[in-house]
């Protein structure tokens, strides 16, 4: 592994391993996993990692040979952040987003390698299948019936802040080496999220530098280590990572690529969360304590908490979204809201 002075936090456990025998293993262990687990060498066996192994050139030549001749997004910071993608002391992102050709991006990657100060380059969530063709085919892992987001990650030495994301996650180092951080969902007040409409990648973030954490200013972050755990991962190895726990992602060598999969435990009309947490935002959190406290109570009855008392004094028939959710409830009800926030 290229040599990297990010140290881990001292008090970190590591993440668990496990082994799988075959494709329904594999799918037995994600059903019922509630934690993060790895499994090396899952992908040892893909020609992307074969060739990443040989040299970072042949890793590019390999994904050039299966790229689509079309515009990828690509952040490039200014020289000298240290693969850090964060903000800037004004609070805007310390890089900027271009679209150019995967050979002109790969060109320049090839140009900054060795040099500790260049600038960082990163493709971030590519959807493999509208950029790529046959590597999916070539490169995958076998998940079964689930319905997946595959996308790939490429990019030079970085620092990703701590995060998360919605759906579950099945990362896969493909070429160099990883190092993920992660917190479970419960650590969010210990991580001092930064703004969450203001985002690098479209989630909250944790303000705190994991190369130089500042328990002054981050006191509470002590306690998040406390329940972390880490993970350096090499070509060929597999991470789950389940919905919603916090992970902070470290490309460590000068050409990095990662392909993951996400998806969800529940159905894609469902709404989002976030979305709702947005609105709360603008609509309960600054009415007077008395309104916000009638508020929680209601979250509570319909969303939190609700049970047969919710309903059983509504004729059936007459329940409409109080009834469960169908993709039917679910569109007359965005048609409302998109109704009352255009007013």
């Known amino acids: 592994m290229a040599e990297t002075d990010s140290v881990p936090l001292a008090g970190l456990s590591p993440v668990p391993e496990v082994t799988v025998n075959d494709v329904a293993d594999l799918d037995a262990t994600l059903r019922t996993a509630t934690t993060p687990f790895v499994i090396r060498g899952l992908a040892a066996d893909w020609p992307l990692v074969r060739a990443g192994l040989h040299s970072a050139d042949m890793a590019r030549t390999y994904l050039l040979h299966h790229h689509r001749d079309r515009p990828f997004t690509v952040s490039v910071s200014q020289p000298g952040i240290g693969g850090r993608l964060f903000y800037d002391d004004a609070m805007a992102m310390n890089f900027r987003t271009f679209d150019a050709k995967l050979p002109e991006i790969f060109s320049r990657i090839a140009s900054f390698a060795g040099h500790p100060d260049a600038p960082t380059v990163y493709l971030a969530s590519i959807d493999v299948h509208q950029f790529f063709d046959g590597l999916h085919a070539a490169n995958h892992i076998d998940l079964g019936d689930r319905e997946l987001l595959a996308s790939i990650w490429i990019g030079t030495r970085t620092r990703i802040a701590a995060h998360n994301d919605v759906p579950n996650n099945l990362a896969v180092v493909a ?34 530098d994991f190369h130089s954490p500042d328990f002054a200013r981050h006191p509470r972050f002590a306690e998040a280590i406390a329940h972390g755990q880490v993970v350096d991962m090499a070509p060929g190895d597999a991470l789950y990572i389940p919905a919603l726990w916090w992970h902070h992602v470290e490309g460590l060598d000068d050409f990095n690529v990662l392909v993951n999969y996400w998806w969800r ?67 007359r009800l965005r048609a409302f809201l998109l109704r009352a926030l255009s007013r």
């Open 175 to 208: 070429v160099g080496h990883r190092r993920f951080t992660l917190f479970p969902r419960d650590q969010f007040r210990n991580l001092y999220l930064g703004p969450i409409d203001n985002t690098p990648a479209g989630r909250a973030v944790s303000m705190v």
């Open 265 to 331: 435990d529940t159905p894609r009309w469902l709404g989002q969360p976030q979305e709702a947490l947005n609105h709360a935002l603008m609509a309960i959190r600054d009415l007077p304590a008395d309104q916000k406290a009638h508020w929680r109570d209601m979250f509570d009855h319909y969303v939190f908490d609700p049970d047969d008392s919710v309903t059983a004094h509504i004729p059936e028939g007459g329940r409409g979204v109080l009834d469960p959710m169908t993709p039917e409830l679910t569109a």
